[in-house]
């Protein structure tokens, strides 16, 4: 049987979107056997929906004041637990509310809880405020330990019989951690924003279904016919659940979570700025999608003009030719390719690098240069390379470091013009350009192998299936090399969110399922002819077009699922 038609065969349970009624802000998720039991912490709403139907019951019609604000949500035994506030409770199940004697005090912490979970004895509380997981004991009420939380963000968490799952709402990827000890094992990314809920439910008896509750505002144009301009942008609470499927790696040490089948269409029209002069034996190349842990090309075709295909340093090139082009020809010069997407995270720890081997002489020659106008050999980012590392030696504790020095001091904000890294650092404002470039000249002046990859990014909704999809940007990352284990990503200003930090990871080491890999290592897009101006560009030629069309929704590492 084909992938294509093992994925198509599969149940649409594992793969569909469980869209609650009449809830708003979803926070806290819970199984009871084959109930999947939700809280809405604006509605005080207690629900149980059927993921098979989209079913939504309220529990608690009679006590929904009560609940408003919980934001953690367990089931044990008999026993309902929930966070709200700085107190845990619980009750039980058949007197389900707030308002004694149904319910019961468990504890209070200094900070607001966040989310918790049961598994026999133990009660696990998240608090972002304290930055830890606190372990109670379920009988006595008594604290008896606590593991540092794995994020930065609001975290809710669940437990089976050897882990610890979190999610993290900052952080956008859920964490699986020893429950005996805390240590991280793995990481996922998600493959949607703010997930606030994790819970198990049994799909069969060998199957259990992770499901993912997510909470946030959307952007929508509202149509008000009385209004003299009756178009407003506002938002709109938007909140469901769905399922997240993890493959790890334990050798290669990474993890792969929801893909998604992509078209996607890369054409440039002829559409020259000015008059140009005839152009002859002209050689256009155009960088194709690359075969990655995270991205698989299945299909190539030419759009417009045909193509012979190259490999150049290992990457495959689309080879334009033409005899002749002529003043204010028309045309249309590109391809589409259908590609499996998915999200990556690396998990490698300080340790796991301590001792690497030195760069190669030909890594050296080649990427810690500066061969893009980096400003390498200024004052301004000589001072800021030594600043940036100080004395560190680990590689991935300097990269870290490196990349919070360069989000203390950059902002980010569209440019008109991308400007060399000492001019982009003394200003303190940058496109994603201009921290690549920074990033790229502080990072090889400390020895660290650095490139620059990506060039766009589909647009992250993967609900809008079968539709022409286009990015408001294109988008370039880094990848840094570590020896003995490769090239790593890095997202150059995207988790830069909190002024002066602490800044997410989710992205040092990870990418998301919608970033586009095109031409790793390799120039994007070339001309050349034998008249061809030396000042002219490829923009002056030409007008891009970029389309991104999402056909479905992919498990990763075929039958090897978590």
């Given amino acids: 049987m084909s992938y294509s038609d093992r994925v198509s065969s599969e149940p649409a349970l594992l793969h569909s979107t469980v869209r609650p009624i009449g809830v708003y802000v979803l926070s806290g998720l819970a199984v009871d056997q084959q109930r999947l039991l939700a809280a809405d912490t604006i509605r005080g709403y207690l629900v149980e929906i059927d993921p098979r139907t989209n079913n939504t019951i309220i529990l608690n019609p009679h006590s929904v004041a009560d609940w408003i604000g919980v934001t953690g949500l367990a089931v044990w035994q008999d026993q309902l637990w929930l966070a709200k506030g700085n107190e845990i409770f619980w009750c039980d199940r058949a007197s389900i509310g707030l308002a004694e004697p149904s319910a019961t005090a468990f504890t209070r912490l200094s900070y607001p809880a966040n989310g918790l979970t049961v598994w026999e004895d133990q009660v696990y509380v998240t608090c972002q405020k304290s930055g830890y997981i606190y372990i109670f004991d379920r009988n006595s009420g008594d604290r008896t330990g606590q593991f540092r939380q794995p994020g930065i963000g609001i975290e809710n968490i669940t437990a089976t019989k050897d882990s610890l799952w979190v999610c993290d709402r900052d952080e956008q990827s859920v964490y699986c951690l020893d429950r005996a000890t805390g240590s991280v094992l793995f990481s996922a990314l998600t493959p949607f924003s703010s997930p606030v809920g994790i819970a198990f439910y049994p799909y069969d008896a060998d199957t259990h279904i992770c499901y993912i509750a997510y909470a946030n505002e959307e952007p929508y144009i509202r149509d008000d016919p009385n209004a003299e301009s009756p178009y407003h942008l506002t938002f709109r609470d938007r909140t469901f659940i769905h399922p997240l499927h993890i493959y790890y790696d334990p050798k290669q040490h990474y993890t792969l979570s929801n893909g998604y089948l992509v078209e ?57 030719k033409f005899d002749e082009l002529k003043p204010h020809q028309g045309g249309l010069v590109g391809w589409k390719a259908v590609i499996e997407m998915y999200s990556i995270k690396y998990m490698l720890s300080p340790a796991d690098v301590e001792e690497v081997p030195p760069l190669s002489e030909e890594f050296q020659q080649r990427y810690l240069v500066d061969d893009d106008d980096l400003a390498m050999d200024t004052e301004t980012i000589r001072e800021a390379a030594k600043a940036a590392s100080g004395t560190e030696t680990n590689i991935l504790r300097k990269m870290l470091k490196i990349r919070n020095y360069v989000y203390d001091r950059l902002s980010y904000g569209i440019q008109p013009k991308i400007d060399t890294p000492d001019v982009a650092l003394k200003r303190g404002v940058g496109s994603c350009g201009e921290y690549v470039g920074v990033l790229l000249a502080l990072t090889r002046l400390n020895g660290i192998a650095c490139r620059t990859i990506g060039r766009y990014k589909c647009p992250p909704y993967p609900e809008q299936r079968n539709l022409p999809l286009e990015p408001d940007f294109n988008h370039v990352w880094l990848e840094f090399y570590v020896p003995g284990i490769g090239w790593l990503p890095m997202e150059s200003n995207v988790d830069d969110v909190i002024d002066r930090g602490p800044y997410p990871t989710r992205f040092f080491m990870g990418l998301a399922w919608y970033h586009t890999e095109l031409g790793k290592g390799i120039p994007f897009a070339k001309l050349k002819a034998d008249d061809k101006p030396e000042k002219m560009s490829l923009g002056d030629l030409a007008i891009n077009h970029i389309r991104f069309t999402i056909l479905d929704e992919l498990r990763p590492g075929a039958d090897e699922q978590l």
């Fill in 264 to 320: 996607l269409s890369y054409v440039e029209e002829l559409l020259p700025l000015e008059d140009v002069p005839p152009l002859h034996n002209v050689e256009w190349r155009i960088a194709l999608p690359a075969d990655t842990l995270r991205q698989r090309v299945r299909h190539v075709e030419a759009i417009g003009h045909p193509f012979t295909e190259e490999v150049q340093d290992g990457q495959r090139v689309a080879v334009f």
